[in-house]
Protein backbone atom coordinates (compact mmCIF):
# COMPACT_ATOMS: atom_id res chain seq x y z
CA UNK A 1 0.00 0.00 0.00
CA UNK A 2 1.49 3.12 -0.64
CA UNK A 3 2.33 5.82 1.87
CA UNK A 4 3.42 8.89 2.46
CA UNK A 5 5.54 10.04 5.67
CA UNK A 6 4.70 13.12 7.16
CA UNK A 7 5.04 15.42 9.92
CA UNK A 8 2.80 17.01 12.42
CA UNK A 9 3.57 21.03 13.53
CA UNK A 10 2.01 23.44 14.77
CA UNK A 11 2.42 27.19 15.43
CA UNK A 12 0.72 27.84 18.58
CA UNK A 13 -1.87 25.06 18.38
CA UNK A 14 -2.49 26.48 14.26
CA UNK A 15 -2.07 22.84 13.30
CA UNK A 16 -1.14 21.42 10.22
CA UNK A 17 0.31 18.01 7.89
CA UNK A 18 3.69 18.98 6.37
CA UNK A 19 4.99 16.87 3.69
CA UNK A 20 8.70 17.34 2.69
CA UNK A 21 8.32 17.40 -1.29
CA UNK A 22 11.78 18.82 -2.04
CA UNK A 23 12.47 15.35 -3.68
CA UNK A 24 8.84 14.48 -5.11
CA UNK A 25 5.34 15.36 -4.48
CA UNK A 26 2.20 13.47 -4.47
CA UNK A 27 -1.04 14.22 -6.62
CA UNK A 28 -3.97 15.57 -6.31
CA UNK A 29 -3.32 17.37 -3.51
CA UNK A 30 -7.21 19.06 -2.97
CA UNK A 31 -8.33 15.84 -1.99
CA UNK A 32 -5.54 14.43 -0.01
CA UNK A 33 -5.55 17.61 2.28
CA UNK A 34 -9.45 17.22 2.81
CA UNK A 35 -8.53 13.55 3.97
CA UNK A 36 -5.35 13.55 6.09
CA UNK A 37 -6.85 17.19 7.49
CA UNK A 38 -9.86 14.88 8.97
CA UNK A 39 -9.96 14.93 12.59
CA UNK A 40 -11.54 11.36 12.54
CA UNK A 41 -10.50 9.26 10.02
CA UNK A 42 -7.14 11.27 8.99
CA UNK A 43 -3.73 12.52 10.25
CA UNK A 44 -6.02 15.61 11.73
CA UNK A 45 -5.49 19.47 11.03
CA UNK A 46 -5.89 22.83 9.89
CA UNK A 47 -4.98 22.08 6.70
CA UNK A 48 -1.92 20.60 4.28
CA UNK A 49 1.63 21.99 3.83
CA UNK A 50 4.09 21.41 1.25
CA UNK A 51 8.06 22.19 1.46
CA UNK A 52 9.09 22.36 -1.64
CA UNK A 53 12.07 23.57 -3.84
CA UNK A 54 11.97 27.00 -5.74
CA UNK A 55 13.88 29.20 -8.24
CA UNK A 56 13.78 32.70 -6.38
CA UNK A 57 14.02 31.47 -2.89
CA UNK A 58 15.71 28.98 -0.69
CA UNK A 59 12.43 27.03 -0.09
CA UNK A 60 8.45 27.41 -1.40
CA UNK A 61 5.71 26.97 0.42
CA UNK A 62 2.19 25.48 -1.01
CA UNK A 63 -0.19 25.28 1.87
CA UNK A 64 -3.99 24.03 1.75
CA UNK A 65 -6.85 24.16 4.21
CA UNK A 66 -8.88 21.42 4.94
CA UNK A 67 -11.68 21.97 2.91
CA UNK A 68 -8.96 21.54 0.16
CA UNK A 69 -9.09 25.18 -1.14
CA UNK A 70 -5.24 26.56 -1.66
CA UNK A 71 -4.03 29.62 0.80
CA UNK A 72 -1.81 32.17 -0.36
CA UNK A 73 -0.27 32.89 2.90
CA UNK A 74 0.28 31.56 6.22
CA UNK A 75 2.49 33.01 9.11
CA UNK A 76 2.13 30.15 11.60
CA UNK A 77 3.01 27.76 8.58
CA UNK A 78 5.98 30.07 7.95
CA UNK A 79 7.34 29.78 11.16
CA UNK A 80 7.27 25.85 11.04
CA UNK A 81 8.89 25.48 7.81
CA UNK A 82 11.63 27.27 8.85
CA UNK A 83 11.89 25.28 12.24
CA UNK A 84 11.69 22.08 9.87
CA UNK A 85 14.09 22.75 6.87
CA UNK A 86 16.98 24.20 9.84
CA UNK A 87 16.37 20.87 12.54
CA UNK A 88 16.28 18.12 9.50
CA UNK A 89 19.10 19.73 8.02
CA UNK A 90 17.90 20.94 4.30
CA UNK A 91 19.66 24.08 5.32
CA UNK A 92 22.16 25.54 8.01
CA UNK A 93 21.18 28.93 7.45
CA UNK A 94 19.35 31.23 10.30
CA UNK A 95 18.18 33.41 7.47
CA UNK A 96 15.74 31.65 5.30
CA UNK A 97 13.81 32.94 1.75
CA UNK A 98 10.08 31.45 1.38
CA UNK A 99 9.05 31.33 -1.93
CA UNK A 100 4.69 31.52 -1.08
CA UNK A 101 1.63 32.60 -3.32
CA UNK A 102 2.02 36.10 -1.75
CA UNK A 103 5.12 36.61 -2.79
CA UNK A 104 9.00 35.82 -0.83
CA UNK A 105 8.76 36.16 3.10
CA UNK A 106 12.17 36.06 4.95
CA UNK A 107 12.60 34.30 8.08
CA UNK A 108 14.81 34.61 10.58
CA UNK A 109 15.40 31.71 12.72
CA UNK A 110 16.87 32.07 16.75
CA UNK A 111 18.26 28.92 17.48
CA UNK A 112 19.47 28.10 20.87
CA UNK A 113 22.90 25.99 21.73
CA UNK A 114 21.12 23.03 21.34
CA UNK A 115 20.89 23.40 17.49
CA UNK A 116 16.96 23.93 18.50
CA UNK A 117 14.93 26.61 16.60
CA UNK A 118 13.39 28.31 19.95
CA UNK A 119 11.47 31.05 17.85
CA UNK A 120 11.08 32.07 14.38
CA UNK A 121 10.55 35.96 12.96
CA UNK A 122 9.06 36.33 9.44
CA UNK A 123 8.67 39.92 7.35
CA UNK A 124 5.53 39.58 6.40
CA UNK A 125 5.68 42.87 4.32
CA UNK A 126 3.60 45.10 3.59
CA UNK A 127 0.00 45.52 4.81
CA UNK A 128 -2.60 46.46 1.87
CA UNK A 129 -5.48 48.70 3.18
CA UNK A 130 -6.54 49.79 -1.06
CA UNK A 131 -10.19 47.70 -1.19
CA UNK A 132 -9.69 46.48 -4.88
CA UNK A 133 -5.96 44.73 -3.75
CA UNK A 134 -7.12 43.80 -1.02
CA UNK A 135 -9.85 42.60 -2.26
CA UNK A 136 -13.20 43.70 -0.78
CA UNK A 137 -16.16 45.35 -2.46
CA UNK A 138 -16.19 48.30 -0.80
CA UNK A 139 -15.42 52.07 -1.29
CA UNK A 140 -13.16 51.95 1.90
CA UNK A 141 -11.51 49.50 3.98
CA UNK A 142 -12.61 50.66 7.34
CA UNK A 143 -15.22 50.65 9.19
CA UNK A 144 -17.15 48.93 6.32
CA UNK A 145 -20.58 47.93 7.70
CA UNK A 146 -21.81 44.53 7.14
CA UNK A 147 -24.48 42.13 8.27
CA UNK A 148 -23.72 38.86 10.35
CA UNK A 149 -25.88 36.68 12.03
CA UNK A 150 -29.01 37.17 12.89
CA UNK A 151 -29.14 40.28 10.83
CA UNK A 152 -26.57 42.55 13.32
CA UNK A 153 -24.53 44.79 11.39
CA UNK A 154 -21.15 44.87 12.31
CA UNK A 155 -18.07 47.05 11.54
CA UNK A 156 -15.27 45.21 9.31
CA UNK A 157 -11.94 46.82 8.82
CA UNK A 158 -10.75 44.61 5.32
CA UNK A 159 -6.87 44.33 5.45
CA UNK A 160 -4.88 41.65 3.16
CA UNK A 161 -1.51 40.43 4.70
CA UNK A 162 -0.76 38.66 1.52
CA UNK A 163 -4.74 37.31 1.57
CA UNK A 164 -7.81 38.80 3.07
CA UNK A 165 -8.94 39.83 6.42
CA UNK A 166 -11.79 40.97 8.04
CA UNK A 167 -11.21 42.69 11.85
CA UNK A 168 -13.89 43.36 13.81
CA UNK A 169 -13.49 44.67 17.10
CA UNK A 170 -15.62 43.76 20.39
CA UNK A 171 -15.81 45.12 23.64
CA UNK A 172 -15.66 41.94 25.13
CA UNK A 173 -14.53 39.12 23.67
CA UNK A 174 -15.70 36.79 25.99
CA UNK A 175 -19.30 38.15 26.49
CA UNK A 176 -19.08 38.01 22.57
CA UNK A 177 -18.66 33.79 22.97
CA UNK A 178 -19.58 31.33 20.74
CA UNK A 179 -20.94 33.54 18.49
CA UNK A 180 -17.71 33.38 16.53
CA UNK A 181 -18.83 30.32 15.49
CA UNK A 182 -22.04 31.86 13.57
CA UNK A 183 -20.63 35.45 12.57
CA UNK A 184 -17.57 33.81 11.67
CA UNK A 185 -18.99 31.85 8.84
CA UNK A 186 -21.34 34.58 7.87
CA UNK A 187 -18.88 37.49 7.44
CA UNK A 188 -16.20 35.04 5.63
CA UNK A 189 -19.03 34.43 3.36
CA UNK A 190 -20.51 37.83 2.86
CA UNK A 191 -20.62 39.17 -0.20
CA UNK A 192 -17.95 42.20 0.33
CA UNK A 193 -15.79 39.19 -0.32
CA UNK A 194 -15.28 38.12 -3.74
CA UNK A 195 -12.92 35.54 -2.64
CA UNK A 196 -14.06 34.94 1.09
CA UNK A 197 -11.67 36.33 3.97
CA UNK A 198 -10.50 35.40 7.26
CA UNK A 199 -12.53 36.88 9.97
CA UNK A 200 -10.52 37.97 13.55
CA UNK A 201 -13.11 39.12 16.41
CA UNK A 202 -10.14 41.33 18.70
CA UNK A 203 -10.32 42.69 21.91
CA UNK A 204 -8.05 45.63 22.59
CA UNK A 205 -6.89 45.00 26.53
CA UNK A 206 -4.30 47.85 26.24
CA UNK A 207 -2.02 50.09 23.27
CA UNK A 208 0.14 46.96 23.44
CA UNK A 209 -1.77 43.71 24.23
CA UNK A 210 -4.63 42.60 22.27
CA UNK A 211 -6.98 39.57 22.33
CA UNK A 212 -8.45 37.46 19.63
CA UNK A 213 -10.00 34.51 17.93
CA UNK A 214 -10.19 33.85 14.28
CA UNK A 215 -12.22 32.04 11.77
CA UNK A 216 -10.11 30.96 8.95
CA UNK A 217 -11.42 30.73 5.05
CA UNK A 218 -11.66 27.13 4.54
CA UNK A 219 -10.74 25.79 7.95
CA UNK A 220 -13.31 27.05 10.34
CA UNK A 221 -12.28 28.60 14.34
CA UNK A 222 -8.42 27.53 14.49
CA UNK A 223 -6.28 28.17 17.61
CA UNK A 224 -4.35 30.45 15.71
CA UNK A 225 -3.43 32.74 12.41
CA UNK A 226 -0.19 34.83 12.01
CA UNK A 227 -1.61 37.01 9.31
CA UNK A 228 -4.45 37.14 11.09
CA UNK A 229 -2.37 38.27 14.60
CA UNK A 230 -0.14 41.12 11.69
CA UNK A 231 -3.74 42.51 10.27
CA UNK A 232 -5.17 42.76 13.74
CA UNK A 233 -2.08 44.59 15.04
CA UNK A 234 -2.18 46.66 11.33
CA UNK A 235 -5.80 47.67 11.89
CA UNK A 236 -5.68 48.42 15.37
CA UNK A 237 -2.99 51.14 15.37
CA UNK A 238 -4.46 52.19 11.99
CA UNK A 239 -7.80 52.93 13.42
CA UNK A 240 -5.69 54.20 17.09
CA UNK A 241 -6.67 51.73 19.23
CA UNK A 242 -3.22 50.02 19.74
CA UNK A 243 0.52 51.49 18.88
CA UNK A 244 3.04 49.65 16.40
CA UNK A 245 4.29 46.67 18.23
CA UNK A 246 1.39 44.65 20.47
CA UNK A 247 1.20 40.90 21.65
CA UNK A 248 -1.58 39.03 19.90
CA UNK A 249 -2.71 36.70 22.74
CA UNK A 250 -4.97 34.11 20.79
CA UNK A 251 -6.58 30.87 21.98
CA UNK A 252 -3.27 28.64 21.30
CA UNK A 253 -0.56 31.50 22.59
CA UNK A 254 1.08 34.33 22.21
CA UNK A 255 2.53 36.64 18.98
CA UNK A 256 4.30 40.11 18.65
CA UNK A 257 3.54 42.43 15.99
CA UNK A 258 5.52 45.04 14.68
CA UNK A 259 4.78 47.35 12.34
CA UNK A 260 7.79 48.82 11.03
CA UNK A 261 7.20 52.60 10.57
CA UNK A 262 10.24 52.85 8.16
CA UNK A 263 9.90 49.98 6.41
CA UNK A 264 6.53 49.97 6.31
CA UNK A 265 6.72 45.89 6.99
CA UNK A 266 5.16 43.72 9.55
CA UNK A 267 6.89 41.62 11.61
CA UNK A 268 5.85 38.26 13.76
CA UNK A 269 7.65 36.92 15.94
CA UNK A 270 6.80 32.92 17.67
CA UNK A 271 7.57 29.31 18.25
CA UNK A 272 6.53 26.42 16.18
CA UNK A 273 6.55 23.13 17.71
CA UNK A 274 7.10 19.54 15.75
CA UNK A 275 4.34 17.24 17.19
CA UNK A 276 4.95 14.27 15.92
CA UNK A 277 6.52 12.05 12.54
CA UNK A 278 4.53 9.19 10.74
CA UNK A 279 3.38 7.44 7.77
CA UNK A 280 -0.14 8.02 6.23
CA UNK A 281 -1.46 5.32 4.11
CA UNK A 282 -3.66 6.34 0.68
Known sequence: MESLKFTKMHGIGNDYVYLDCTASCPGNLENLARRISDRHTG??????????????????????????????MCGNASRCIGKYVYERGLTDRENI????????????????????????????GEPEFIPELIPVAADRNLA???EADGG???????????????VVFVDDLDAFGDRVLT???????????????????????????????????GSGETMA????????????????????????????????????????HVFMTGPATIVFDGEYYL
Open 43 to 72: VGGDGLVLILPSEIADFKMRIFNADGSEAR
Open 97 to 124: TLETLSGVKYLTLSVDSDGKVESVTVDM
Open 144 to 146: IPA
Open 152 to 166: EILEVNAVSMGNPHG
Open 183 to 217: AGPALENHPMWPDRANIEFAQVLSPSEIRMRVWER
Open 225 to 264: CGTGACATAVAAAVTGRAGREATIRLLGGDLRIRWDEKSN
